[in-house]
């Protein structure tokens, strides 16, 4: 066979070897391990989730005012005063004193956390409402979380173990527990313990001087 004949049948003989060459190409990747995607990925782990969250703080409610999930490990390592409240309570003007409490102590590790609760029917309003009501006539910052029951049969499941760490559950708006830097119930407060009583502020200060 002369170089022309030669020539012309190797070219022939290119495309039936690059296909070929494509198609085992294709079933070697098949048997190789892909690469992770993105979405493969394991999310990361926020600290606190992965075991530095206490029990008393391992919830997760929506926020008041937009129903935005928060994650309560988010306060590990507070001092965390839980507060059930109402718009329409003798009691309603402790926001100003809690929101004051929470300006004051908010920078050495004081959180306050507001739960709305008609339970006792004083808290009617749609979250939208309780949010305006609070923010506009007590100027109240600290987080507020989304209406749900304190107590009874339906009680969120944070205030079921803070009833069970202190042998009470709330018996009126604007009761009160605290919770140490370890996570640790340590207390509860009848709601006509003001938020400027100084044995109150006094327990919260030596709780905020305290170690984890």
């Known amino acids: 066979m002369n170089r022309r004949h030669t020539a012309l049948a190797a070219a022939s003989l290119r495309p039936a070897m690059l296909a070929a060459a494509l198609a085992l190409a294709a079933a070697s990747a098949t048997l190789l391990p892909h690469p992770a995607r993105a979405a493969d990925k394991p999310a990361a782990i926020p600290a606190a989730a992965a075991g530095n969250c206490p029990a008393s703080l391992n919830f997760q409610f929506p926020r008041l005012q937009d129903e935005a999930p928060q994650n309560l490990c988010q306060y590990a390592g507070k001092v965390v005063l839980v507060v059930n409240t ?3 309570c003798g009691f309603t003007p402790q926001y100003e004193g809690l929101e004051a409490l929470y300006s004051r102590y908010r920078d050495r ?12 029917s004083q808290e009617p309003g749609s979250a939208k409402e309780i949010a305006d009501f609070c923010y506009n006539t007590y100027g109240v910052k600290f987080p507020m979380l989304g209406k749900s029951h304190v107590r009874g049969g339906d009680v969120n499941p944070m205030y079921a173990l803070l009833a069970k760490e202190t042998g009470t559950a709330p018996k009126w708006n604007f009761y009160k527990y605290l919770i140490d830097r370890s996570g640790k119930v340590v207390a ?24 984890r």
Not at 109 to 120: A, I, K, M, T, Y
Not at 201 to 206: D, F
């Open 86 to 88: 109402a718009s329409y």
């Open 109 to 120: 590790g004081l959180v306050v956390l507001g739960f709305p609760s008609n339970d006792f």
């Open 188 to 211: 509860s407060y009848n709601s006509k313990t003001t938020p400027d009583d100084k044995q109150f502020v006094a327990t919260i200060e030596q709780l905020l001087a305290s170690p």
